[in-house]
């Protein structure tokens, strides 16, 4: 089998002697890579190699792509019979086409020489397979940046109700034998083939983009899904671009392992939230209740409001979550003391709002967030929003709708779990916690945002002796300016507005206060905003 990486690499050649695949898969770990490449190598090209670690291919056919791609080809092992990287031009000038084809032509002297077979251009011929890139003629979502493969795919189509074309990286693959004939040499056929792959529209290697951003002028372009992989440099520099441009953009990060899609799908919910493009599929109701139900299901925490018909708050309850989301929300319920036959409708948000049974509809925590922050404050315009275990800010638009938001959802820093284990190496209460900061004397600052660490420096602070409540000011300045990294579009900025549990702790309020340089509004029921967000949505869906 030989593999391959891009979408420049001759495969109609390649199906002329064995049978050829795109090394695209997600990894299960970078054990092997790790080793093999350094730490700075982008986590495609890892997963690649560990692909190849596995033993799938005994012939590899690489096109010079970046750094990374010949770091791999460097170290890609010995059990490997052939490998070749061959030169990828970076237009499709006369010169370089030229060059591409002594390649071609290179390459198979190798094959033939490896496999004892001739090529045959009959047969290389019937090789072109690819079908010209389809646009729908109705609203679609296009995914560009860094490859996406098929799970990654999945993941993003699962989560919009309208056609996802794929113009990735390799993914986009377009060539056709026009022109070339049996008849021709092999000169004049390899010739023709290389234009041909040059041809393709470019991907950000290539010199010349432009018909790249003509596919931003489609008018059915409803949105841009925008893959991007640490360290690659080439759509890094894409995004920043198009992040300017009127088409809305979503940015998403992977690191090429399957563990980390499940949690794209919030993001990408409801950034199709925001677009304005779903289905309005009647919810089903029960005809006899009279109240509406909200349920923020959060992996600590489970919010319930209950709304009566003209939106006012008849309950508001929060319990521990538990061991699941059902058991959550049955258990808010039962504190609630509101039987599933009095509520009309239940709209569920938050991590667990796909997995309440009884729910009879789910929206997001980003677009319910919003939701809840204008019903409690109506002039918001920006919403931090710090939970047990993430940290998001929203923007809202003049109408309060969502007009852009960002995550942390990946480690604990500056979240209230990094708060929780502080509270706990400095064995103290949650609501000292809250309260104690305020009354520092010295202003320490704590510099490792990351927990195991700043649990480090702050047991080596308690035995020199700082005073508890300085460290708890160190821990709140530097939740603060984790903080200010995410939500920087606040500096100075009026209608700031935060939400979630670690809202109710002062200190951490203040000295984000001072880092944006701002008053932010705290409602009375900062963790509920979410569910009330929900329960609004519930209401609605009645009219
Ligand atoms: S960025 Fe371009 S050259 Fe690099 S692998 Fe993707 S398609 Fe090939
Ligand atoms: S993701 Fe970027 S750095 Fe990695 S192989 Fe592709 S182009 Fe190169």
Partial sequence: MIGYNCKYTPVEILACFDDYRLINNEAEHFDYSSQAMHSNVCSHIKAICEEIHRGDYDKLVFMNCCDSTRRLFDVAESKIKYKTILDLPIDNGACAVKRLKNDLLFLIKDLEAQTGKAFDAKEFLHNFSDKPIAFPNSKFILVLGANANGSLMNVIR????????NMTCSNNRCVSNENMSENDSLDELMEKYARAL??????????????????????????IVYHTIKFCDYYCFEYTKLADSKTPILKIETDYTAQQLGQLSTRLEAFCETLNTENNAKIKMNKNGKYYAGIDSGSTSTELVIFDENKNIVKAVMVRTGANAQAGAQ?????????????????????????????NDDVTEITCHARGARFLYPEARYIIDIGGQDSKFITLDENGNVASFVMNDKCAAGTGRFLENMAKALEISMEQMANDGLKYSEDISISNMCTVFAESEVISLISENKKIADII?????????????????????????????????????????KQLNTKIFISDKPEFCGAIGAGLFAVDSDR
């Fill in 331 to 359: 258990k808010a319920l039962d504190e609630a003391q509101i039987g599933l036959d009095e509520i009309k409708t239940i709209t569920a948000t938050g991590y667990g709002r796909k997995n309440i049974d009884f729910a």
């Fill in 473 to 513: 000011h160190g821990l709140n300045k530097s939740v603060a300016i984790k903080t200010k990294a995410l939500a920087s579009k606040a500096l100075g900025a009026d209608g700031v507005m935060m939400t979630g549990g670690v809202a109710n702790n002062k200190g951490v309020v203040t000295e984000l206060e």
């Fill in 158 to 165: 699962e989560a919009f109700q309208i056609p996802v074309i």
């Fill in 198 to 223: 040059m041809a393709q529209t470019p991907c950000m290697r290539m010199s010349d983009t432009t018909s790249r951003k003509q596919l931003l002028n489609n008018e059915n372009l409803a949105g």
